[in-house]
Structure formats: structure tokens, C-alpha cells
């Protein structure tokens, strides 16, 4: 019965301490688990979180000695090449808006210029049709009248063909013009 006893009160401690044992063993993995592996992925997480919101001074500082921290420094090295391109895609930015501004305004001259363009070929054809619409009736009344002899009335031809030319020139220009 001692013997029993013995065996029972030994076989109780060693559940006991297999319990304990088995309890110790995952609390450690508990904590190792938590300090080593998630509170460096944690860190990475607020990092992250952190530069989406705005803050791109936030650096991954992790001192782990293993892959984490190798990790951490891609991380880092990813972040400083990312805000360089930022930067350089702002320059370039800059320099697009300048150019748009300088095409802007080059456009600008361009329409006024092509406005007064217009404006003097109206102008010009105005005061061209006036007098040759008065020289083209002169020379018809002319080609019509009794007292002129043929070589006159050849010459009063001649002055109203080439009025006509002009002036069908001058309508070519004007409508050259309105297509513009």
C-alpha cells in the first residue's frame, strides 16, 4: 500500500509538473511569439499607418538582429527612395506648370495676333473693294459709251477684266479669312 501510495503521490507530481510545465512552456512561447515576432510586424503596421496618413518623417527602428530588422531597413531604404521620387516628380511638375503657363500666354499672343490678322484683312479688303468696285462701274460705262473708238474700248476692257480679277482676288482672301 506504501508502495501505492508512493506511485500515486509521484505519478500526481509529475502531472503536476507536466501541467506546469506544459503551462510555463506556453507562456514563453507566448511572450516569444509576442516580443519577437508581432510587436516587430506591429511596428512595421504603425509605421505604415503612420506615412498613409501624412507623417513621411516615420522610420521602421527595429533592433532585432534577425530578419526583422533586415526587414525594417528594406523598409527605410524603400521609403527614402520613395519620397526622393516624390521630390522629383514635384520638380518635374513644377517645371510642367511653367510651361504651360509660358504655352498659356504664347497661345494668347497668338490669338490676338491672329485676331488683328483678321481685323487688317477685313480692313485692307474693305478699302480695296471700295475704290475698285467704283473703277469696274467707270470702266463699264466706259466699254458702253458711243464715243469711244475699238482701241478705246479695248483699253476700257481690259481696265474691267483685270478690276474683275482683282476683285475676285480680293473676295478669295476674304473668304480665306472666314474659314481661319
Same mark, same amino acid.
Given at each position: %500500500? @506504501?508502495? !501505492?501510495? &508512493?506511485?500515486?503521490?509521484?505519478?500526481?507530481?509529475?502531472?503536476?509538473? $507536466?501541467?506546469?510545465?506544459?503551462?510555463?512552456?506556453?507562456?514563453?512561447?507566448?511572450?516569444?511569439?509576442?516580443?519577437?515576432?508581432?510587436?516587430?510586424?506591429?511596428?512595421?503596421?504603425?509605421?505604415?499607418? +503612420? =506615412?498613409?496618413?501624412?507623417?513621411?518623417?516615420?522610420? +521602421?527602428?527595429?533592433?532585432?538582429? @534577425? /530578419?526583422?530588422?533586415?526587414? $525594417?531597413?528594406?523598409?527605410?531604404?524603400?521609403?527614402?527612395?520613395?519620397?526622393?521620387? !516624390?521630390?522629383?516628380?514635384?520638380?518635374?511638375?513644377? /517645371?510642367?506648370?511653367?510651361?504651360?503657363?509660358?504655352?498659356?500666354?504664347?497661345?494668347?499672343?497668338?490669338?490676338?495676333?491672329? !485676331?488683328? %490678322?483678321? @481685323?487688317?484683312?477685313?480692313?485692307?479688303?474693305?478699302?480695296?473693294?471700295?475704290?475698285?468696285?467704283?473703277?469696274?462701274?467707270?470702266?463699264?460705262?466706259? +466699254?458702253? $459709251?458711243?464715243?469711244?473708238? @475699238? %482701241? !478705246?474700248?479695248?483699253? &476700257? $476692257?481690259?481696265?474691267?477684266?483685270?478690276?474683275?480679277?482683282?476683285?475676285?482676288?480680293?473676295?478669295? =482672301?476674304?473668304?480665306?479669312?472666314? =474659314?481661319?
Amino acid at each position: %500500500k @506504501d508502495t !501505492q501510495y &508512493a506511485q500515486a503521490k509521484n505519478r500526481s507530481l509529475l502531472i503536476t509538473l $507536466g501541467v506546469i510545465t506544459v503551462f510555463l512552456a506556453m507562456a514563453a512561447l507566448y511572450v516569444i511569439v509576442r516580443y519577437i515576432i508581432v510587436k516587430p510586424l506591429a511596428h512595421l503596421r504603425e509605421v505604415a499607418d +503612420a =506615412i498613409r496618413r501624412g507623417d513621411v518623417e516615420q522610420r +521602421a527602428v527595429i533592433h532585432t538582429g @534577425d /530578419e526583422f530588422e533586415e526587414l $525594417g531597413a528594406a523598409f527605410n531604404r524603400m521609403l527614402r527612395q520613395l519620397l526622393r521620387q !516624390q521630390d522629383q516628380l514635384r520638380s518635374v511638375n513644377d /517645371e510642367l506648370d511653367g510651361k504651360i503657363d509660358e504655352l498659356a500666354q504664347v497661345n494668347m499672343r497668338l490669338f490676338e495676333m491672329n !485676331q488683328v %490678322k483678321s @481685323d487688317l484683312l477685313a480692313t485692307v479688303s474693305h478699302e480695296l473693294r471700295t475704290p475698285l468696285n467704283s473703277i469696274l462701274g467707270f470702266s463699264d460705262l466706259l +466699254a458702253k $459709251g458711243k464715243a469711244l473708238d @475699238d %482701241k !478705246q474700248r479695248r483699253y &476700257a $476692257g481690259n481696265i474691267e477684266r483685270s478690276g474683275r480679277q482683282l476683285l475676285d482676288m480680293i473676295n478669295d =482672301i476674304l473668304d480665306l479669312a472666314k =474659314i481661319e
